[in-house]
């Protein structure tokens, strides 16, 4: 075990409660948690091989807005609000592409320049004269972590990108991330659940050896969680002795080159770093991927992510990374059903809240995380949906 986990214990006499049930199912809540929680908070965005020149362009929507990355012709990358500031259409509908020198509306042509300033409207004698600036697209700060882009759509109370991440960076520099590129495009699933189910049964290590067999069967024995501190976690495991029980286990030990790129003590582990609130980079010695949950509704979850390869990938690395993702594919369909199950129990008069395990401290401490933000979330019973918010501003002193 390394310096790092050395340093964190699971404290003595620990509340094992974790949130309430009405945490999962209130609408009020959920209006709340899209403002303190998901648009105060750095969200990864898409990797800097995404946009590889300037033009290209990464688009997806969060918890009410559109987001657009794009590279800028000084090579900068750069994020907007995908609303056009004329009428409010989407200026890019793809969910990846390239323009050519200029962004245009397709509702009625305004043409933006990349760096985001207006560059004018059609039909411009039917306009007073419009000030580039002024009327230029939203922009998003951003900031490039390791070859990650990652975007914030208001002031919060995390740091940097950087100065967050940094209890990892010294590891996970070895993977060399920022010269990654893509290894497919990214991908997507809606969930039938609260955004908390998914981030809860991501976030502990204890149900693998029920729920994962594939993953018990590559680096059960190993595995272990490391609770949220200052927003950051990570998952640590290295491979079994005699793993290979499955076949894509078996045929992923079996084809995996030795990664001597990597040091001696990741050449065979697999890696998982969360930053709070719903951020994760997973780390294997072939590729590098991230993913992330958004919620649309109360009972509706997006899942998002994408995988990233070696430039120079040999064909045994290629197969590998093939066979981990037939793993990963089969894990997220486990997960998917966990979650599911736990969500719905949350209605349940029999449902008497969670009790949480040494090893589920992780699930605690994210739980944690989210009450400092919203102070709403420590009460037992729900308050009135009509008086949510101004129930959590007094406990939270801002009224």
């Known amino acids: 075990m390394n310096e790092l986990v050395r ?10 409660r974790g949130l309430p049930g009405w945490c999962y199912h209130s609408d009020a809540l959920l209006e709340l948690e899209k403002e303190h929680v998901f648009r105060s908070h750095w969200q990864i965005a898409c990797h800097v091989s995404d946009v590889p020149e300037p033009g290209s362009y990464v688009t997806f929507d969060m918890v009410g807005e559109r987001i657009l990355v794009l590279r800028d012709k000084e090579g900068r990358v750069r994020a907007f609000n995908n609303v056009c500031r004329h009428r409010g259409s989407r200026l890019v509908t793809a969910e990846a592409g390239h323009c050519r020198g200029a962004l245009v509306c397709p509702f009625h042509g305004w043409v933006y320049n990349l760096d985001g300033t207006l560059r004018g409207p059609s039909r411009p004698d039917s306009f007073p004269p419009l000030d580039k600036h002024e ?38 520099s070895h993977y060399q991330s920022g010269e990654m590129i893509p290894a497919g495009g990214f991908w997507g699933h809606e969930s039938p659940v609260n955004w908390k189910s998914v981030r809860d049964v991501d976030n502990e290590g204890y149900h693998v050896a029920m729920a994962h067999p594939s993953l018990q069967d590559l680096y059960g024995s190993s595995y272990f969680d490391e609770p949220f501190v200052a927003g950051v976690c990570r998952s640590f495991a290295t491979y079994n002795p005699h793993a290979g029980r499955r076949w894509s286990v078996r045929q992923y030990r079996a084809v ?26 997973a780390v294997t010695p072939e590729s590098v991927q991230f993913y992330q949950e958004f919620p649309i509704t109360r009972s509706r979850t997006q899942l998002r992510g994408a995988i990233y390869r070696y430039r120079d990938e040999g064909r045994g690395q290629r197969l590998a990374r093939y066979l981990a993702a037939r793993i990963d594919r089969d894990t997220m369909a486990e997960d998917v059903q966990l979650t599911v199950w736990s969500n719905e129990a949350m209605t349940s008069r029999a449902f008497a809240g969670f009790y949480l395990s040494d090893l589920e401290y992780g699930v605690r401490s994210h739980h944690d995380h989210l009450r400092a933000v919203l102070p709403v979330m420590t009460l037992d019973e729900a308050p009135e949906e009509e008086g949510m918010a101004e129930t959590n501003a007094r406990m939270s002193n801002r009224i």
Not at 7 to 16: H, S
Not at 140 to 155: A, H, Q, S
Not at 263 to 275: K, N
């Open 135 to 172: 009327f230029a697209l939203a922009g998003i700060e951003t900031e490039v972590w390791l070859g990650f882009v990652f975007i914030r759509l208001k002031p919060g109370p995390q740091a940097s990108v950087a100065e967050t991440m940094s209890p990892f960076e010294a590891e996970l």
């Open 256 to 281: 995996a080159p030795e990664a001597t790129h990597l040091p001696a003590e990741l050449r065979q582990a697999w890696i998982y770093y969360g930053l709070f609130p719903n951020n994760v980079i």
């Open 7 to 16: 340093d964190i214990a699971v404290p003595k006499n620990w509340d094992r």
